[in-house]
């Protein structure tokens, strides 16, 4: 068992250090052990927008930048409002509805707190 903590993305246990960082084989993330970590004090996912302030369920967003949408004709538009959002884990961490796209999974790098 390794004495460090797993990978806070990937969660793999295979961590090692390297010039005081810790390194995940499997994900290649890199992270200081120092930093405050993902999760709140309740275990609740802590996520942040583009402006790195902190996001909650039921939430409104505006999109950063035009998102190509995979099947769709048009991108998500930069500007437009995206209400009542639910967080999720994995890599697009945000649940939502938007109107003329119907649900979609967004990443909360690309939107910023309404």
Do not use: Q
């Amino acid at each position: 068992m390794s004495e460090f903590p797993p990978c806070p993305k990937c969660k793999s246990e295979y961590v090692y250090p390297s010039d005081g960082l810790l390194i995940c084989p499997e994900c290649f993330h890199e992270w200081n052990p120092e930093d405050v970590t993902d999760e709140t004090a309740d275990g609740v996912l802590k996520v942040l927008d583009s402006n790195g302030n902190e996001l909650k369920d039921g939430d409104s967003v505006v999109v950063i930048k035009d998102l190509p949408v995979k099947g769709a004709p048009k991108p998500v538009k930069a500007g437009t409002k995206v209400k009542n959002i639910r967080l999720t884990d994995g890599d697009h961490n945000l649940d939502c509805k938007i109107d003329g796209f119907g649900s979609m999974a967004l990443k909360s790098e690309f939107v910023r707190k309404a």
